[in-house]
């Protein structure tokens, strides 16, 4: 039986030794055989020469499992190696290709960087020449005014002229009177002592008619004389300008507010106030209209056109003509039947003075521009003039608030995420979300950890369905949305209607880079300055027509700075 066995095992370990070296000839080098013993003498039985047949094949197929099981091991060694290497391949073929579209990406991301390095400086220079051209206009508004005083002056000048005239006209048609009534005393005289005499008769009753008519004509042109003065005294001392210079007489130094509480009772106009008081008011001043009689939408009209001009760099030339805005005007809020207009407060000088706006301004501002990525919001624009009015004092005493940004910036010269780690650095419990048109830039900028802090959603804001999908992934109930996506007119009115009602009551929603609302590029609907105007229209007098854009009712308040305005929900409180 151990025979059979032998006969059986040893063919099958043979031919599986032949396999083996020949399946692991490429990768290993063949061991020699062992040496065949050297034949005995003589056997000294049949038995005994079997017996050691049986053991040296024993021995030789033990020694060919050794080699095939030792030949085993290092084929499984040799295949790990080959695996780690192939993986090795692979990983630095992967990382090469990485490597490569990261350098594209990032020389794509560098051109459009100068591009919009150079847009930037050419919207800049733009802004730089409005901001000229509205201070040109100021200085000739102020001619004008000056030249309508002046001419004012000189026709009061002129009535007291004519009034001089008249009262010379008065005076020698009393003299002919005086003389008149001398002949005709004279002719009484004369008719007294020749009796009656036709020639002497005539002539006295007509020195008497003569007479009568002097003192009436020199009656009649000293009365008009009279009211030539009063003319003339009207202009020079209008008792309006008059009660306005007492006021700025009594005055002592310049004021930090002026609250102004416009009624029917008043005779003065709105305007006529606001500019004198004006040029008292101090940097970082307020000027406050309470609004309760906006005769003919004189007030409402002109803080419409001012709209304007802050917002857009070409504004309507009109309302631009007719109400340049005064200088050193830097804001208007507006709420119903309520205006407040600031002077500049974006200044350094103001921000140890007191002034706790300028201070929340001067601390955003000094905040971003302390980040190594800096976001254009303080940099190309002045946005924290609005930010540190509104957004600061918000997130201070809600820091865990929610706010949705649309635009994350991918392709602009300040990189992605700038604003972003701007709120971050801030107030590092805001639960923060992103939304950006461009998702191959987020899946990128996810993949090498900049997106780290904040969760983002993608797609175009115009589209309504897009807005319903970030809705239901985020979760809505904002209490703050800012809006710095495409700044297309259509798509800045679509993101409106979709996300405000979206929005806590109290929240912010803030509309930035309005200036372009007229260049062709983004003029595909119309202007969010138009909306702002008319809406403002309607809170400060309820009587103008909402016409294409009426007022939501659940707006509070409306806020416009240098091309970026805040509207506020009702509530909250």
């Not at 040799?78 to 192939?86: D, E, K, L, P």
């Not at 003389?179 to 005393?185: D, V």
């Not at 007294?192 to 020195?207: I, M, R, S, Y």
């Not at 589209?463 to 319903?468: E, P, S, W």
């Amino acid at each position: 039986m151990k025979r059979m066995a032998l006969g059986v095992v040893l063919p099958l370990l043979a031919a599986a030794n032949a396999s083996l070296r020949q399946t692991m000839a490429p990768a290993f080098v063949e061991l020699a055989p062992a040496p065949a013993a050297a034949p005995a003498a003589a056997p000294a039985s049949p038995l005994a020469a079997m017996v050691d047949g049986q053991a040296a094949a024993e021995s030789l197929a033990e020694a060919a499992m050794l080699r095939a099981a030792r030949h085993a091991r290092e084929a499984k060694q040799s295949a790990a190696v080959a695996r780690r290497a192939y993986e090795q391949l692979a990983a630095a073929r992967q990382k090469a290709a990485e490597a490569a579209g990261q350098k594209v990406l990032e020389d794509a991301i560098i051109d459009t960087r100068k591009d919009a390095a150079v847009a930037a400086k050419m919207r800049q220079g733009w802004e730089d020449q409005q901001r000229t051209i509205a201070a040109q206009r100021g200085v000739v508004a102020a001619a004008a005014y000056k030249k309508a005083k002046l001419q004012a002056l000189a026709v009061a000048d002129a009535w007291d002229q004519h009034a001089g005239d008249l009262s010379k006209a008065s005076r020698q048609y009393e003299g002919f009177a005086v003389r008149e009534q001398l002949q005709e005393k004279k002719l009484q005289e004369q008719l007294q002592k020749e009796g009656d005499n036709p020639e002497v008769l005539k002539a006295l009753q007509a020195a008497e008619v003569n007479m009568n008519e002097g003192l009436k004509s020199s009656e009649r042109y000293e009365e008009e004389a009279q009211q030539a003065r009063k003319e003339a005294d009207g202009i020079r001392t209008d008792p309006r300008q008059v009660g306005l210079q007492k006021w700025l007489d009594s005055m002592v130094g310049d004021l930090h507010v002026v609250i102004h509480s416009q009624n029917h009772h008043q005779q003065t106009p709105a305007w006529t106030v606001f500019d004198s008081l004006w040029p008292r008011l101090r940097p970082g001043g307020m000027y406050f209209i309470e609004v309760f009689n906006d005769r003919e939408a004189g007030i409402s009209n002109r803080l419409a056109q001012w709209i304007d001009q802050l917002l857009i760099w070409a504004p309507s030339p009109s309302g631009a003509h007719a109400h340049p805005m005064p200088s050193g005007l830097e804001s208007i809020y507006c709420q119903r039947q309520a205006c407040m207009i600031r002077k500049q407060v974006c200044r350094r000088d103001l921000s140890d003075s007191g002034n706790f706006v300028a201070h929340t301004v001067y601390s955003f501002e000094q905040a971003a521009r302390e980040m190594r990525q800096q976001t254009d919001k303080t940099t190309t624009h002045k946005y924290q003039v609005m930010f540190g009015t509104f957004l600061l004092p918000y997130l201070q005493a809600s820091p865990q608030a929610k706010m949705l940004e649309i635009g994350l910036g991918c392709g602009m010269v300040s990189g992605t995420g700038a604003s972003a780690r701007l709120w971050l650095k801030l107030f590092p419990s805001l639960d923060l979300w992103e939304a950006e048109y461009q998702a191959t830039c987020v899946d990128y900028e996810r993949k090498v950890g900049r997106l780290d802090g904040f969760r983002t959603v993608t797609g175009d804001q115009g589209d309504a369905a897009t807005l319903q999908e970030w809705l239901i992934t985020t979760g809505g109930n904002f209490d703050i949305i800012i809006d710095d996506g495409s700044h297309h007119n259509k798509h800045v009115k679509a993101s409106f209607e979709g996300l405000w009602p979206a929005v806590r009551p109290g929240g912010l929603y803030f509309l930035e880079d309005l200036q372009v609302g007229r260049e062709a590029e983004y003029a595909d609907g119309p202007a969010t300055s138009e909306i702002m105007q008319s809406w403002v229209q309607q809170m400060v007098n309820p009587a103008n027509d909402s016409g294409r854009f009426p007022l939501p009712p659940d707006v509070e308040s409306v806020y416009c700075q240098w091309e970026a305005c805040v509207v506020r929900k009702a509530g909250g409180f």
